[in-house]
């Protein structure tokens, strides 16, 4: 028996109540696999290149007293 049939059974025994339940699990299983629409864009990269002169763990420091502040 192939892995679809058996969840055909299982989806047979299941309360119709219930159903709302494993379509949504289904919903949500099914958008985790989704692709996403478009490649990722690195048109940021580099835009600190010209301003400041500091590595990427300063620029975390930075940050971080910035948030802190």
Do not use: C, Y
């Not at 055909?8 to 299941?14: A, C, D, T, V, Y």
């Not at 109540?17 to 580099?46: S, Y």
């Amino acid at each position: 028996m192939t892995k679809l049939e058996l969840v055909k059974e299982k989806l047979k025994k299941i309360p119709k109540k219930e159903l709302d339940k494993v379509d949504d699990l289904l919903n949500e299983i099914m958008l985790r696999n989704k692709k996403p629409h478009h490649k990722l864009r690195f048109d940021w990269e580099g835009a600190l290149k010209d301003d400041e002169k500091m590595t990427s763990v300063e620029l975390q420091h930075k940050i971080l007293n910035d948030w802190i502040k």
